[in-house]
C-alpha cells in the first residue's frame, strides 16, 4: 500500500484525483503501477487500476493475471473492478471505501458478482485513515 500511496501523492501535481495502484505478486514484487491520469491524459479511461492493469498485463505477457493482488488507496469503481475482474485477478487490497462510487462492496459489488464467471476476493481498510485523509484534503483544497 505504500507504493500505491507515493503513487497517489504524485497524481495531485497534475490535478489528477489522488489515487494510485499496483499489481504485486504473491511475493509483494510490483508487476505493474498506475495513478490516476485523466486530467493528465485527458482519458476518461485513465484510472489508476487500469493503468496498473495494462502495464502488469504487459510485463506478464498476458492478460491474465490468476496469480496477482490488485492494490489501490481508493474502492475501484465500477469500471475498474470491471477491469479487474476480466483480468482474472486473485485479490483487491484496498485502502479507502468508496461510498458513493465504490464497486467492491461499498455501493456495488462488482468483484464478488455471482452471476460472473470469476470471483475476486476483497480486503479492504488497508491503511485507510491515510488514504482516505489524502482524498479528503485534495477536495477540500478544490472547494
Not at 499489481?23 to 495513478?35: F, K, P, T
Not at 482474472?88 to 455501493?107: E, M, N, T, Y
Request: aromatic letters at 4%; glycine letters at 10%; a negative charge.
Amino acid at each position: 500500500m505504500g507504493s500505491a500511496l507515493a503513487l497517489a501523492r504524485s497524481a495531485v501535481a497534475d490535478g489528477d484525483v489522488p489515487v494510485g495502484a499496483v499489481v504485486v505478486d504473491a511475493d509483494g514484487a510490483v508487476l505493474g503501477e498506475g495513478r490516476n491520469r485523466r486530467t493528465a491524459e485527458g482519458d476518461p479511461l485513465a484510472h489508476a487500476e487500469v493503468l496498473a492493469l495494462r502495464a502488469a498485463a504487459q510485463a506478464h505477457g498476458s492478460w491474465r493475471l490468476d496469480d496477482y493482488t490488485l492494490v489501490v488507496t481508493l474502492e475501484p469503481c465500477p469500471m475498474c473492478a470491471g477491469a479487474a475482474l476480466q483480468a482474472r485477478v486473485r485479490r483487491i487490497v484496498l485502502g479507502a471505501w468508496d461510498a458513493k462510487a465504490g464497486a467492491c462492496g461499498s455501493v456495488w459489488d462488482v468483484a464478488r458478482e455471482q452471476r460472473a464467471p470469476h470471483w475476486i476476493e476483497v480486503v479492504g481498510g488497508i491503511r485507510e485513515p491515510e488514504c482516505a485523509a489524502l482524498l479528503t484534503d485534495f477536495f477540500r483544497a478544490r472547494r
